[in-house]
């Protein structure tokens, strides 16, 4: 099995940076595609980015295209989130998730608990 622990989350002003990280734990690991998403108050969870296990392939919504850039360090376990350019629309909990196969939807078998995110106006 695959832990998820999410980090770097915090408080904000809009325009400004944030870099979140989510380090992965577990007695065997495999090539595992990363995914990053989130849910706002009262809102359904929603697709933000993704990479393949080599980082050779990656999505993002267009949400924020141009503005956020995942990236991961296999040797650390880690997949990173940096976001810049940060709107109070980005406000969330932000989850990372985990599995073998590549996908912008929520079929994955490994999440973290979340990390907060907002942004003020």
């Known amino acids: 099995q695959v832990q998820l622990v999410e980090s770097g989350g915090g408080l904000v002003q809009a325009g400004g940076s944030l870099r979140l990280s989510c380090a992965a734990s577990g007695r065997t690991l495999s090539r595992y595609a990363m995914s990053w998403f989130r849910q706002a108050p009262g809102k359904e969870r929603e697709f933000v980015a993704a990479?393949?296990?080599?980082?050779?392939?990656?999505y993002y919504a267009d949400s924020v295209k141009g503005r956020f850039t995942i990236s991961r360090d296999n040797a650390k376990n880690t997949v990173y989130l940096q976001m810049n350019n940060l709107k109070p629309e980005d406000t969330a909990v932000y989850y990372c998730?985990?599995?073998?196969?590549?996908?912008?939807?929520?079929?994955?078998?490994?999440w973290g608990q979340g990390t907060q995110v907002t942004v003020s106006s």
């Open positions: 998730a985990a599995d073998l196969r590549l996908t912008t939807t929520q079929a994955y078998n490994y």
């Open positions: 990479i393949s296990w080599g980082g050779g392939t990656t």
